[in-house]
């Protein structure tokens, strides 16, 4: 699941902090190779990073077919990020945290179920179904 947090800054401090709150240390971090990354490794944490600067954008580490080691994930969602923030035509900074709010609670649900509409009215299940 995406932890979607707005930031006063983007600094290593920052992300160092956000990291450390929201995963566990036995969790594998993918990313670039921005030089901020560099305390991961010292965190406990796993950490693989594809090197754009060489035009490298997934890499295949284990040999099984699979490119697993990209942050394509992420980056994808910062562009789900932005095209929900367009129609809006300017985001004032002391709202952009609701929105990106509404954002992630739309990424999150992935799908509208019968069982999430029931939910979201406060109606109950019922199995009866007869005339």
Same mark, same amino acid.
């Given at each position: 699941?995406?932890?979607?947090? !707005? ?5 290593? &401090?920052?992300?160092? $902090? +956000? ?16 030089? @901020?990354? &560099?305390? !991961? #490794? ?5 950490? &693989?990073?594809?090197?754009?600067? #060489?035009?490298?954008? #997934?890499? $295949?580490?284990?040999?099984? @077919? *699979?490119?697993? !080691? ?13 095209? +929900? *923030?367009?129609?809006?035509? @300017? ?5 952009? $945290? ?13 799908? !509208?179920? #019968? $069982? +999430?509409?029931? &939910? *979201? ?7 009866? *179904?007869?005339?």
């Amino acid at each position: 699941m995406a932890q979607l947090w !707005v930031a006063e800054r983007i600094d290593s &401090a920052t992300l160092r $902090d +956000f990291v450390g709150r929201t995963t566990r240390r036995d969790v594998r971090l993918y990313s670039d190779e921005w030089g @901020g990354y &560099a305390w !991961v #490794a010292s965190s406990g944490r796993e950490h &693989a990073t594809v090197c754009h600067t #060489a035009r490298e954008w #997934a890499r $295949d580490d284990d040999g099984d @077919g *699979l490119r697993e !080691v990209h942050n394509n994930t992420l980056e994808g969602l910062w562009t789900g990020l932005r095209n +929900f *923030l367009r129609p809006f035509r @300017g985001v004032s900074k002391w709202y952009l $945290d609701e929105y990106v709010g509404i954002f992630q609670w739309i990424h999150t649900i992935k799908g !509208v179920t #019968a $069982d +999430f509409i029931r &939910a *979201l009215f406060g109606l109950h299940l019922t199995t009866d *179904l007869g005339p």
